[in-house]
């Protein structure tokens, strides 16, 4: 648990279980369970055996569409989300799914759990997240990281302009307190400005989280969107 001090953890976590579908989903799975440990849970779909415990299933898949399709089914009554390789052609999942590339995938899926698991300033939590995917079919992961004196505004101005296609959002704002370069409301201004911008039927909710692993005045901001 490197990424952000092990004492922020919420005293009672909600189980979380990934599942791997295709072998080159493996190495994925086994890192996720070293990082995470007994937070969550991470099995390759063989051995998938769903519990009433679990309140989310994130699906990870290299395209195959049966063997997808058939986790998604056997998960059917939990909240599931697919993460799934941007190259596969699968229509019609009926769940909310990530595209990414391998290599990005298990950070996105950190990027998800990573707020769900710890306790942040301004919080976040399983509720936030079930309610920004719940009957949507596309969600989208960005990270972006800045210092100086307009880092806010630097870190929004490196996401993707399509974001502003969505129709929910999770803004996650990380920064370490113990970095010399301290943290200012008034810089805010730039992120709750941009927030403002975005059309008024969207649906927002920000929190502010502690990374000690963030130096040099860096400043790291995590966007998930929904529609």
């Known amino acids: 648990m490197d990424e952000i001090s092990k004492h922020d953890f919420q005293p009672e976590t909600p189980c979380i279980k990934v599942v791997g579908v295709g072998e080159t989903?493996?190495?994925?799975?086994?890192?996720?369970?070293?990082?995470?440990?007994g937070f969550?849970?991470?099995?390759?779909?063989?051995?998938f055996n769903p519990?009433?415990?679990?309140?989310?299933?994130?699906?990870?898949?290299?395209?195959?569409?049966?063997a997808t399709r058939n986790a998604i089914k056997a998960s059917r009554e939990t909240l599931t989300i697919v993460a799934v390789a941007e190259d596969a052609i699968i229509d019609s999942l009926d769940v909310p799914v990530l595209k990414s590339t391998i290599p990005n995938m298990q950070?996105?899926?950190?990027?998800?759990?990573?707020?769900?698991i710890h306790t942040g300033t301004i919080g976040y939590s399983f509720d936030d997240f079930e309610m920004m995917?719940?009957?949507c079919n596309k969600i989208v992961v960005e990270?972006?990281?800045?210092?100086?004196?307009?880092?806010f505004a630097d870190t929004l101005s490196l996401l993707s302009p399509g974001l502003g296609n969505y129709s929910k959002y999770s803004v996650i704002l990380y920064c370490n307190p113990n970095d010399e370069h301290h943290l200012i409301m008034a810089e805010l201004q730039?992120?709750?400005?941009?927030?403002?911008?975005?059309?008024?039927?969207?649906e927002v909710v920000w929190a502010v989280y502690q990374d000690?692993?963030?130096?040099?005045?860096?400043?790291?901001?995590?966007?998930i969107t929904a529609r």
């Open 25 to 37: 989903m493996a190495p994925i799975i086994e890192s996720l369970k070293e990082k995470w440990g």
């Open 40 to 47: 969550i849970s991470a099995e390759m779909a063989g051995e």
């Open 51 to 66: 519990e009433k415990a679990d309140k989310m299933v994130i699906i990870v898949s290299d395209g195959n569409a049966e």
């Open 107 to 116: 950070k996105q899926i950190n990027e998800i759990i990573t707020p769900i």
């Open 133 to 135: 995917v719940r009957g």
């Open 143 to 151: 990270t972006a990281k800045a210092s100086g004196k307009s880092r």
């Open 190 to 202: 730039g992120l709750t400005q941009w927030i403002e911008n975005l059309p008024k039927n969207m």
């Open 212 to 223: 000690y692993t963030l130096s040099d005045g860096n400043v790291k901001l995590t966007v």
